[in-house]
C-alpha cells in the first residue's frame, strides 16, 4: 500500500510563487509515476503534472514553462513548484499515482490573488 500526503499550500499574490509537498510512505517501490491534479471551485479535477521513476516529467498546457515537477529521493517526497501563480491557478491541488489510481486525499488549497 501506497500512502501520499500533500501540503504547502497557501495564499499568494498573482505573479508569486509556491512549492507544493507530496509525502510518500509505505510500498514506495510500487510507484511507477506521481501525477499532481488540480480541481478549482464548481470545476472537474483537472491533471497538472507528471513525474515518472525514471525522471520523465509532462505537463498541462496551461502551466507549461511555470511549473516543474521533482523529486527528493532522500525524503521520498515529490514537489511541484510554481511559478508565475495567476489567479486561475487557484484550486485544491492534490498528488496521486499515475494516473490517478489511489485514493484521494484532502488536497491542499492554492489561492492566487490579483
Known amino acids: 500500500q501506497v500512502q501520499l500526503v500533500e501540503s504547502g499550500g497557501g495564499l499568494v499574490q498573482a505573479g508569486g510563487s509556491l512549492r507544493l509537498s507530496c509525502a510518500a510512505s509505505?510500498?514506495?517501490?510500487?510507484?511507477?509515476?506521481i501525477g499532481w491534479y488540480r480541481q478549482a471551485a464548481g470545476k472537474q479535477r483537472e491533471w497538472v503534472a507528471v513525474r515518472n521513476r525514471t525522471g520523465t516529467t509532462n505537463y498541462a498546457d496551461s502551466v507549461k514553462g511555470r511549473f516543474t515537477i521533482f523529486r527528493d529521493y532522500a525524503k521520498n517526497t515529490v514537489y511541484l513548484n510554481m511559478n508565475s501563480l495567476k489567479p486561475e491557478d487557484t484550486a485544491v491541488y492534490y498528488c496521486?499515482?499515475?494516473?490517478?489510481?489511489?485514493?484521494w486525499g484532502q488536497g491542499t488549497q492554492v489561492t492566487v490573488s490579483s
Open positions: 509505505g510500498t514506495t517501490f510500487s510507484i511507477n509515476a
Open positions: 496521486n499515482t499515475w494516473p490517478g489510481s489511489g485514493p
